[in-house]
């Protein structure tokens, strides 16, 4: 049986942006990868790779934008720190709106739950 890879991308903030350029080096040397995970900055970019979106594309974009106009701060900050709706529509934009079950990597992210600190995969 022909071994898988499996890649864990992790938080960051904005230098998770970091798994951009990581993500297309693999790419470069003709490494698959046949799974991939990440959390915060990590799930959002793996979820953009999963479903086949063009890595430098993206990378132009980000350049091409203040990212802070897509961070849309809440108050108070009880509940979260972002709202989150100018990022999930980037993100809707650059899955093609695709689904988990839809992605052509298998994917999944994982996040903690505030309120029980119990980890969440999804």
Excluded: W
Excluded at 89 to 94: G, S
């Amino acid at each position: 049986m022909a071994k898988k890879i499996g890649l864990a991308l992790g938080a960051g903030s904005a230098k998770g942006f970091a798994h951009i350029g990581a993500l297309q080096a693999l790419d470069e040397a003709g490494i698959r990868v046949d799974m991939i995970s990440g959390c915060s900055m990590g799930a959002i970019i793996g979820g953009i790779y999963s479903v086949g979106t063009d890595l430098y594309m993206l990378e132009r974009f980000i350049k091409s934008i203040k990212l802070y106009d897509y961070l849309d701060v809440k108050l108070p900050l009880a509940a979260g720190l972002l709202k989150g709706e100018r990022l999930q529509e980037l993100v809707r934009v650059f899955t093609h709106g695709k689904t988990f079950a839809e992605t052509k990597i298998p994917f999944c992210c994982v996040a903690v739950d505030a309120e029980t600190g119990k980890l969440d995969v999804l």
